[in-house]
């Protein structure tokens, strides 16, 4: 219930400029963004770095109102991989396909990820495309794929495990041997279309992994990286790794800022490849939102913020 109506404010621009003026939530929100600017965003980076820990760097951003927009969000990315670059940060980036001009055609959008993917590819960084609505999954994948046959390398898709589609389009990639964020998914869906209970989306995500273990798609390398704070689930991927002996160097842990700390560093002590997702940018508010819908005991956090004043 909670998380429903937490995803709905997620999209209004009423519940937006409330929220974003309110301090309380300010404060708590920076425990999932690192700021609104690059050099904040590069401090955090640089403090998961320092614990052995990656990075994923993401200006937040989602649907824009031009063209212009769109391209100079894509700039701004080639920017982000300059700084990555120049600081010798261990990061990949991220980006949405909406942020960077997706509502005015796959063409457009695809020209302005491939600018993104030729410059990371010469400083040797991976991009994360990001998934986002069930209705743009279609022209997401098929921007994806026309990418690989552009470039080969270096792109990693994010596939939502609650999506009843998502083995088919899992297959795809492991036949062309890309790499994959595989994630429990932070859009509302219909049942339709998407698992609703989080038993069903556990084991669909359980499904998904072992696809990933193929011997179709450990010939064809492909990468997994498992985006979840699911301890059941971190484990199980752990047992299933070192039962069928795959290399710990053909997947990682991926998590968010400000969610399960320990565990991040454990895992990474352990000697796990493990990557923080580091949001940074002004347009904070709708990513924050999914996050409070994730996990909703953080909405008290706010309440006591209140009271503490």
Known sequence: ??????????????????????????????????????DEAVAVTRSLNRRGIKAILNEVGEEVASKAE??????????????????KLDAT??????????????????????????????????????ME???????????????????GEGIRQALQAYLYRTSA???????????????KGAYRESKEIAYQGKKDIWQAAKVLIVQCFTPEARKN??????????PALIEWLIQIAETRKISRSSFEFQMLLGVRHGEQQRLADLGYQVRVYVPYGRAWYPYYMRRMAEYPANVWLIGRAMFEG
Not at 70 to 87: K, P
């Open 1 to 38: 219930m909670l998380r429903n109506i937490l995803l709905k404010l997620s999209t209004s621009d009423t519940a937006r400029q409330i929220i974003s003026h309110f301090g309380p939530a300010r404060r708590v929100a920076r425990r999932f963004v690192a700021g609104e600017t690059l």
């Open 221 to 230: 390398r492909l990468y997994l990286a498992l985006g979840s704070h699911d």
């Open 70 to 87: 769109a391209v100079a969000a894509a700039r701004s990315c080639q920017v982000l991989l300059q700084r990555i670059e120049a600081e």
């Open 169 to 183: 389009d899992l297959q795809r990639i492991i036949a062309r041997g890309g790499g994959v964020r595989l994630v």
């Open 133 to 151: 609505h069930s209705a743009d999954v279609d022209d997401t994948l098929a921007i994806y794929h026309r990418l690989l046959d552009t470039f």
């Open 93 to 130: 980036i991220s980006l949405k396909p909406s942020h960077v001009g997706l509502a005015f055609g796959p063409d457009f959008c695809y020209e302005n990820i491939a600018g993104v993917v030729q410059a990371a590819q010469t400083l040797g960084i991976t991009v994360e495309i990001d």
